[in-house]
């Protein structure tokens, strides 16, 4: 079945900087890859997501970049500002709809 | 985006007892429901897809007759812990997938504790 890695585990930035967080995957077969964040006890909430079809998506501050030959994806967030302080997840699935396989996490902390 | 919702927030039960959490769509039909379960610090580990109508696919490791899973409408999926114990307690989420694309929304989870 599908796995997904993800690193680093904890980020942390100043505010103003950017952050990278990146994931493989080991399904040749997954064809879309959201990405979540998720603030302490509440629910994921989707960020931003990317098809196969497509090698990059922007939107405003958030990025995701991915590269199918090498089965991975990375979300950058440039400009961070302490509200992006959370912990973010990156899945994959065979198509939308389907069962997410998520990773791991990332804590990111945005300091001021 | 779409809603999803979940019930009860939080439960508390004694060991050994049955809790069963319901999702719902809002304002959506959906044929397909994903159970996730998440542990403090951890990331989310799918359980099962419920799907409407037939049977649930749980898997590996997943008991199915300790997590029991009924989609009897296109807008509500249940899952019934049953003879709950201490390594039960847990975050359990609900998603559901949206639109033409499939977007998969979230409930807000139960978080479950047995003591």
């Known amino acids: 079945g599908e796995n997904v890695e993800q690193h680093p585990s904890t980020l942390s930035v100043q505010e103003g900087d950017s952050a990278v967080i990146k994931c493989t995957y080991s399904d040749s077969a997954s064809n879309y890859f959201p990405w979540y964040k998720q603030e302490l006890g509440k629910r994921p909430q989707l960020i931003i997501d990317?098809?196969?079809?497509?090698g990059e998506k922007k939107d405003q501050r958030i990025a995701v970049t991915l590269n199918k030959t090498a089965k991975h994806f990375s979300l950058h967030i440039t400009e961070t500002q302490p509200e992006d302080s959370a912990v973010y997840f990156c899945a994959a699935s065979r198509q939308a709809g389907t069962a997410l396989i998520f990773g791991k996490g990332t804590t990111l902390s945005v300091s001021s | 985006g779409a809603v999803v919702s979940q019930h009860p927030s939080r439960v508390i039960c004694k060991s050994g007892t049955s809790v069963k959490i319901e999702c719902r769509s809002l304002?959506?039909?959906?044929?397909?429901m994903f159970w996730y379960r998440q542990f403090p610090k951890q990331s989310l580990m799918l359980m099962a897809t419920?799907?409407?109508?037939?049977?649930?696919?749980?898997e590996q490791g997943v008991e199915k007759d300790k997590f029991l899973i009924n989609h009897a409408s296109l807008t509500l999926s249940t899952l019934t812990v049953t003879s709950a114990h201490p390594e039960d307690s847990s975050f359990y989420i609900c998603s559901a997938g949206q639109g033409a694309r499939k977007t998969q929304y979230f409930g807000p989870g139960t978080r479950l504790l047995v003591l």
């Open positions: 990317i098809r196969s079809n497509v």
């Open positions: 419920s799907n409407e109508g037939s049977k649930a696919t749980y």
């Open positions: 304002d959506f039909q959906a044929t397909t």
